[in-house]
């Protein structure tokens, strides 16, 4: 396993494997809602953001209504995500769960957590522990107001950015505002205990919620944990025409939420990678 941002020479660092195999989590983000994971909060991934990818290195160009200028932007409604609250993932060390969850509490709760530091924790480095997300919701427009908005705008990028590739705008971004940690076995109730030793005083208690064999961290805000994205059309001008929708059928994995997935959106990395921005 490499976490995710780290450089290796000669490596793209766009997409990053969370793991060999598939893990639940991800898998289940990617099959019901057609969703890209990323591996780090940032605050860019918003609907409307436009990037391109190069050999796997995802460049971040702006926010299209930048390139608008005064005017309404379509309109974005923000739905909540229940059933991602029953899915965890794959077990996996502390010491690499907690590299990639740091980045995301952080964001969440405005502090940094340092979790990985904690002496406390640095005894349970081996433990195998599952991670999940919960208070999760979605913030999208829909792919007929995206098509129509860049109709009417006639919009173009800047010369100065000539020769990019295929060009990605995104139309949903998943928030969630908990992580929690879980973990089987004899060991369960000290890691638990641990794990909320090293917390207290960081954030307010209330935030906080432990179990014998679960931590829940609660943020006071929400972070991006996957994006969905539509391909730009542009012509020969550089001018911003529309949308291309991907020609892959949506795959329903839950009934009561395939209607999300009417729209086939474009597939970035494989099922087991998860995206950054490459800065």
Same mark, same amino acid.
């Given at each position: 396993?490499? $976490?995710?941002?780290? $450089?290796?020479? *000669?490596?793209?660092?766009?997409?990053?494997?969370?793991c060999k195999s598939g893990d639940p989590l991800l898998k289940f983000i990617r099959d019901t809602y057609g969703a890209v994971p990323v591996s780090l909060p940032d605050n860019r991934w918003n609907p409307f953001a436009i990037f391109t990818v190069d050999r796997d290195r995802v460049r971040y160009l702006g926010n299209v209504a930048?390139?608008?200028g005064a005017g309404e932007t379509p309109r974005v409604e923000e739905v909540r995500l229940p059933h991602l609250t029953y899915?965890?993932?794959s077990e996996m060390r502390w010491g690499a769960a907690v590299g990639l969850a740091e980045p995301f509490l952080a964001a969440t709760t405005g502090v940094g957590l340092d979790l990985e530091a904690s002496?406390?924790?640095e005894r349970h480095r081996e433990t195998r522990v599952r991670v999940s997300l919960g208070r999760t919701s979605r913030r999208f427009c829909s792919a007929l107001g995206i098509?129509?908005?860049?109709?009417r705008?006639?919009? *173009?990028?800047?010369?100065t950015l000539g020769g990019l590739?295929?060009?990605y705008i995104v139309d949903s971004a998943l928030y969630a505002k908990e992580l929690s940690f879980s973990v089987d076995g004899e060991s369960a109730t000290k890691f638990t205990l641990d794990l909320e030793a090293s917390i207290v005083g960081k954030v307010k208690p209330d935030l906080v919620l432990r179990s014998n064999s679960a931590v829940q961290i609660t943020g006071v805000r929400a972070a991006a944990f996957g994006i969905t994205c539509l391909e730009v059309t542009v012509d020969e001008q550089g001018r911003l025409r529309g949308i291309r929708l991907a020609t892959r059928e949506p795959r329903a994995a839950a009934t009561d939420v395939a209607l999300m997935q009417a729209v086939p959106h474009v597939?970035?990395?494989e099922g087991n990678e998860l995206m950054q921005f490459d800065d």
């Open positions: 396993m490499r $976490r995710p941002g780290r $450089r290796e020479k *000669g490596v793209a660092v766009g997409f990053s494997a969370l930048e390139l608008a899915e965890k993932s002496a406390k924790m098509a129509s908005w860049l109709e705008q006639d919009m *173009g990028l800047p010369e590739g295929a060009l597939a970035l990395g």
